[in-house]
């Protein structure tokens, strides 16, 4: 059983930068794929990023690709989402998650129903 903790989020400008934690807790493999998602009023649970527990595989979403950065702090048990040139757009309530299959390679951005563990979520809203 894995136990998901996220924080960091807030009220921020656009064009500004805010980094999220997702502290993870209990049994977890090398193997394991950790992802971020994000919901934002009155829509559908939508894929961020993931990268694998360990080594360096990682995928994004299109929407984010090359302003948010996914990575994770072994020691401190911790996976962050540093999110740069943040947009209007971005605001959601964000949630990191653990994909159901081990080890899965992703060709398109995985669904909400393919992870579970789902943390509590944290707030973000971006300004204009």
């Known amino acids: 059983q894995v136990q998901l903790v996220e924080s960091g989020g807030g009220l921020v400008q656009a064009g500004t930068s805010l980094r999220l934690s997702c502290a993870v807790s209990g049994r977890t493999f090398s193997s394991y794929t950790m992802g971020w998602f994000r919901q934002a009023p009155g829509k559908e649970r939508e894929f961020v990023a993931a990268r694998r527990w360990s080594g360096a595989y990682t995928y994004y979403a299109d929407s984010v690709k090359g302003r948010f950065t996914i990575s994770r702090d072994n020691a401190k048990n911790t996976v962050y989402l540093q999110m740069n040139s943040l947009k209007p757009e971005d605001t959601a309530v964000y949630y990191c998650?653990?994909?159901?299959?081990?080890?899965?390679?992703?060709?398109?951005?995985?669904?909400?129903?393919?992870?579970?563990?789902w943390g509590q979520g944290t707030q973000v809203t971006v300004s204009s």
């Open positions: 998650g653990v994909d159901r299959t081990v080890g899965r390679v992703y060709y398109t951005d995985p669904l909400a129903a393919d992870y579970g563990s």
